[in-house]
């Protein structure tokens, strides 16, 4: 089994039903009864040219042997497509949903259409932050920098951790 992380976004519509519909896909994904673990659901102010704010989590999951990282990838643009996420908008565009592999196992991986670990994560506080809640100990694969040097290297970006849950407001 792998254990992959994957960061969640959402600026558009009501962002916290896309986090929990994203959530609940992403636990089908997991191996049976190994289940995921959920960072709190952060608020950040957006990168690039939108101006809506994230929200964004980070899930670690535990993965069969017979789902790859390009299944897996695959697997996740279709459920972003699903959600209406318009997977040819430019870098940065609103969106619905973002699901990113950020690492998997110890694996480094570079092709054409897949980087891990993430390439930009290390840039990224409203990655970084929710990934110390579940992996406080974490040391990138690459540079085998820990998290909290990678927090304190990171672009500065207005975050705070909201007080949403992982329970349907509907």
């Keep these: 089994m792998a254990k992959v992380i994957i ?43 939108s101006d809506r704010p994230f929200l964004n989590a980070v899930v670690q999951l535990r993965t069969g042997d017979t789902l790859t990282p390009q299944d897996l990838l695959s697997r996740l643009k279709a ?24 690492a998997w196992d110890d694996l480094v991986i570079r092709s054409d259409n897949l980087i891990i670990p993430h390439p930009e994560y290390i840039k990224r506080l409203f990655v970084l932050l929710p990934l110390k809640d579940i992996q406080p100990e974490w040391d990138d694969i690459v540079t085998g920098k820990p998290i909290d040097q990678l927090i304190a290297e990171a672009p500065k970006l207005s975050i705070r951790k909201t007080e949403l849950t992982w329970q349907s407001d509907e």
């Design 7 to 49: 960061a969640l976004g959402s600026n558009m519509g009501n962002r916290h039903q896309y986090l929990l519909r994203a959530k609940s896909f992403l636990e089908s994904l997991a191996t049976t009864n190994s289940g995921i673990i959920a960072s709190p659901i952060y608020q950040s102010e957006a990168v690039g040219p």
């Design 79 to 102: 459920f972003e497509a699903g959600q209406g996420r318009n997977l040819n908008a430019s870098r940065w565009s609103e969106r619905p949903i973002d699901l990113d592999i950020i």
